[in-house]
């Protein structure tokens, strides 16, 4: 008996002790076992879509790691405080990314008011995508400390807070 169909040994019905491989009770004749044919999963028209945005966004907030890493002291209040943004803002992506891939799952028979949510849900995770290069941006061109840069880092930090703040409003 295998690890699988140990839990099978004796029939839900009268309690007859069962063989390995018995589809029918020797006691009561009732059906114990069937095979069932696995079920295949159906392949989305999203699916390309979020994996594409998951692997983008992948590359995109690795990189904005790289250069935080690069351009600032582990010990400086900067880096601290483009790596909270970041770490936060993986956080919300990877929750935004589960509750789409759920919804796609979910949505067998092309509902058309969840196919609209779901491609909310894209345009939410592709937001997160655009604030990402936007930081990499930032951090690419504004290497000096002027005070004009540090309005522009200011304001980054501000778009990525408000971006954080209304998904956790969604």
Known sequence: MTIEDNH????IYCGAKLDYGQHF???CGKEVYHDEAP????????????????????????????????LFDPTHMAYSR????IN??????NNQLEVTKKMIELDVE????VEKEIDNKIITLNT???KMEDLINELVINLSSNKKDNDDINNLFNDMDD???????Y
């Open 163 to 169: 971006l954080i703040h209304s998904v956790k409003d």
């Open 39 to 70: 079920v295949t999963p159906v392949r989305s028209k999203y699916d390309d879509i979020i994996n594409d945005i998951e692997h983008e966004y992948d590359l995109k907030q690795k990189r904005a790691k790289e250069l935080v890493d690069k």
């Open 110 to 113: 092309g509902n058309d008011f």
């Open 8 to 11: 099978n040994h004796f029939c």
């Open 82 to 85: 483009f790596s909270n943004s």
């Open 25 to 27: 009770c020797s006691q």
């Open 128 to 130: 997160f995508i655009d």
């Open 88 to 93: 936060k803002s993986n956080q919300l992506f």
